[in-house]
């Protein structure tokens, strides 16, 4: 299975490519694979209903807000999982340039205004800079 995602008309009207991960990954085969099993393939990964004039699902707030109130999950929307992202994978230790790519940013301007630092993640940066600056007697 190829590791990325086609989205051939997005926000800003160009086409990119997602880059997936092991776990994306899993989970996109298992839904195919349910879907297969019942006798619904699709090349789509979010196919309409039977009868629907579409072929494929463009716009998923209905889906995701039906999803969060049988979880009891209040005020999210999809847009928000898009600042966690950001978020935690500037505190896993990727740079604000690798997480506006992922993201699909054009100016890293807005990764910025996605990326929650917090004063935890500068401790740790300053940390880490105490090794390269004066490294440890003996060394």
């Given at each position: 299975m190829k590791k990325r995602l086609f989205l051939p008309d997005t926000k800003n009207g160009k086409s990119r490519l997602i880059i997936l991960n092991e776990k994306a990954l899993a989970i996109i085969k298992d839904l195919k694979e349910e879907r297969k099993s019942r006798g619904k393939d699709s090349e789509y990964l979010f196919p309409s209903r039977d009868g629907s004039k579409r072929p494929n699902i463009l716009d998923l707030r209905k889906t995701f807000n039906a999803v969060c109130e049988a979880a009891d999950i209040e005020g999210l929307r999809?847009?928000?999982l898009r600042h966690s992202f950001a978020t935690l994978a500037i505190q896993g230790g990727a740079s604000l340039?690798?997480?506006s790519?992922?993201?699909g940013h054009s100016d890293i301007s807005m990764t910025q205004r996605y990326s929650h630092v917090s004063k935890?993640?500068?401790q740790q940066a300053t940390e880490k800079m105490t090794g390269?600056?004066?490294p440890a007697v003996g060394e």
């Open positions: 999809v847009h928000d340039y690798d997480v790519k992922l993201l935890n993640n500068l390269l600056i004066y």
